[in-house]
């Protein structure tokens, strides 16, 4: 019996390859299929099942385009319904794979089909759990992701406590827990670093499986819950319906053009121009009405924040050997429609003598001088509410950039800003968006919060700001 986890630190994610005796199952697996082929090639194994712990909505899953591929069922647990050819498994229902068993554990809570899929082993052993959203290290999934339900989060969560207090804890303090996230990941608020466990670890230390009666369970779970990004129940209705091939994707989303055509796709289609090189090259000469959105940072997470429509148009700007990267990122997240790239990137646009914008930027000891002088420059943190609320400058104001779109009133085009995140990332995403706004007047303080806390003695200061958004 061979198990492995294979985990995309972009998106905090986890899928699983499992194989005995010649077959193999793969649990939760991302958009690309060639990685996964590939394995099954190298280990000549024939792929069984796709197993899906539920219809995620963090990522869209690469189960349609593998089953066609490989001829493998895809098996989703109780209550699925789904637009196409699925293997809808009944509670305790057992899969046999190779030597081992799966027994799928119907585990609702995180959403109503969610499923936790228990490894048995050549000798009748518990070996262990693949939770999916239902358990993670250090946390269990959030009962907010549900689409289309008339189920209140309060109601989740009640589903939630039953399916761990009455099918996960009675298990072995020996069974491997293999979660369906990791730390970073928005379908959890309190996940560890570690990425597996054993289930008698996690008794004693994760929360939410201390011993606790139903509706204090369900207090603790929906306390401090933030609003989910806008494109979670989107791609969760892509998972459910199906969705272009990963193969015609990357196809269109190759295209190289010139810089004269570029210019005119991006006029005839009304594209988003996304940016993704480093902050300060960005910083230092792009596109005119480009945003910036980083290929090194949380690239994927960050469009599905940031972009509204999974069907606009997109066109991209990238290092060498980049490309096929970030067409694979948007793609992982529903962003299906990109339709090209700037052919020698930056510099050929520079050479063809077209118009470059600027962002100013501003080092910490220089903003501390202008700071001292001034005593009143308007400074944005764009720092989430609970970075913000540990510490940041007097007068700063809080706009995290999860919910900028939310908030442009906040802003005047007459008045100069000067943002900040923690490290400079979020600061030029906001910055980009503000200038493609026509906000002129803003200035991205360099190396953010940590620079300024570090090379600075400004004054810090922890009044604690309540979410507005």
């Known amino acids: 019996m061979k198990v492995e986890q294979l985990y995309t630190g972009c998106l905090a994610e986890a899928a699983y390859y499992i194989e005995s005796n010649g077959e193999a199952a793969i649990i939760d697996p991302l958009r690309e299929t060639e990685p996964y082929i590939k394995k099954l090639e190298e280990r000549g194994a024939k792929l069984k099942y796709i197993l899906e712990t539920h219809f995620h909505a963090d990522f869209v899953s690469g189960h349609l385009d593998l089953a066609k591929k490989t001829g493998a069922t895809i098996v989703f647990g109780p209550n699925a319904v789904a637009e196409y050819d699925i293997h809808v498994a009944?509670?305790?229902?057992?899969?046999?794979?190779?030597?081992?068993?799966?027994?799928?554990?119907?585990?609702?809570?995180?959403?109503?089909?969610?499923?936790?899929?228990?490894?048995?082993?050549?000798?009748?052993?518990d070996n262990g759990i693949f939770t999916?959203?239902?358990?993670?290290?250090?946390?269990?999934?959030?009962?907010?992701?549900?689409?289309?339900?008339?189920?209140?989060?309060?109601?989740?969560?009640?589903?939630?406590?039953?399916?761990?207090?009455?099918?996960?804890?009675?298990?072995?303090?020996?069974?491997?827990?293999?979660?369906?996230?990791?730390?970073?990941?928005?379908?959890?608020?309190?996940?560890?670093?570690?990425?597996?466990?054993?289930?008698?670890?996690?008794?004693?230390?994760?929360?939410?499986?201390?011993?606790?009666?139903?509706?204090?369970?369900?207090?603790?779970?929906?306390?401090?819950?933030?609003?989910?990004?806008?494109y979670f129940p989107k791609n969760a209705m892509l998972n459910k319906k199906g969705y272009e091939s990963f193969d015609s994707v990357i196809a269109k989303g190759l295209t190289a053009l010139d810089p004269d055509t570029f210019e005119d796709v991006a006029n005839a289609h009304e594209a988003l121009i996304i940016d993704t090189r480093l902050p300060e090259e960005f910083v230092a000469g792009f596109i005119p009405n480009s945003i910036f959105i980083g290929v090194e940072g949380s690239f994927a997470s960050w469009v599905g924040t940031l972009?509204?429509?999974?069907?606009?148009?997109?066109?991209?700007?990238?290092?060498?050997?980049?490309?096929?990267?970030?067409?694979?990122?948007?793609?992982?997240?529903?962003?299906?429609?990109?339709?090209?790239?700037?052919?020698?990137?930056?510099?050929?646009?520079?050479?063809?003598?077209?118009?470059?914008?600027?962002?100013?930027?501003?080092?910490?000891h220089a903003f501390?001088?202008?700071?001292?002088?001034?005593?009143?420059?308007?400074?944005?943190?764009?720092?989430?509410?609970?970075?913000?609320?540990?510490?940041?400058?007097?007068?700063?104001?809080?706009?995290?950039?999860?919910?900028?779109?939310?908030?442009?009133?906040?802003?005047?085009?007459?008045?100069?800003?000067?943002?900040?995140?923690?490290?400079?990332?979020?600061?030029?995403?906001?910055?980009?968006?503000?200038?493609?706004?026509?906000?002129?007047?803003?200035?991205?303080?360099e190396e953010g919060f940590g620079g300024i806390q570090e090379k600075t003695n400004l004054p810090i200061v922890t009044d604690v700001l309540e979410p507005e958004a």
């Open 90 to 125: 009944k509670d305790n229902e057992d899969l046999k794979l190779g030597d081992v068993t799966i027994r799928v554990l119907h585990t609702p809570g995180h959403t109503m089909e969610s499923s936790t899929f228990l490894l048995i082993d050549e000798n009748g052993k």
């Open 307 to 364: 972009v509204v429509d999974l069907q606009h148009p997109i066109l991209f700007i990238a290092d060498e050997g980049k490309e096929e990267e970030v067409v694979t990122r948007l793609s992982r997240v529903g962003y299906d429609n990109t339709i090209g790239f700037l052919k020698g990137g930056i510099e050929a646009w520079k050479a063809a003598g077209k118009q470059l914008d600027y962002i100013k930027s501003i080092n910490p």
């Open 132 to 230: 999916g959203d239902t358990l993670f290290i250090g946390d269990v999934g959030r009962p907010d992701l549900a689409v289309k339900t008339d189920l209140s989060r309060e109601d989740l969560a009640r589903h939630l406590y039953d399916s761990i207090y009455n099918k996960i804890m009675p298990l072995a303090d020996d069974v491997i827990v293999y979660p369906g996230h990791g730390k970073g990941s928005a379908c959890g608020k309190n996940m560890s670093d570690e990425t597996t466990d054993t289930l008698g670890n996690q008794k004693e230390k994760n929360y939410a499986l201390q011993p606790m009666e139903k509706e204090e369970f369900v207090e603790k779970v929906v306390d401090g819950l933030t609003p989910p990004p806008q």
């Open 368 to 445: 501390a001088e202008l700071a001292e002088k001034t005593k009143t420059p308007t400074v944005v943190d764009v720092r989430r509410y609970s970075e913000f609320n540990q510490g940041h400058l007097l007068n700063a104001n809080n706009i995290p950039l999860d919910y900028i779109n939310d908030n442009m009133s906040r802003f005047n085009k007459e008045d100069e800003y000067y943002v900040h995140c923690a490290g400079g990332y979020r600061s030029v995403v906001t910055a980009s968006i503000l200038k493609a706004r026509g906000f002129d007047n803003v200035v991205n303080i």
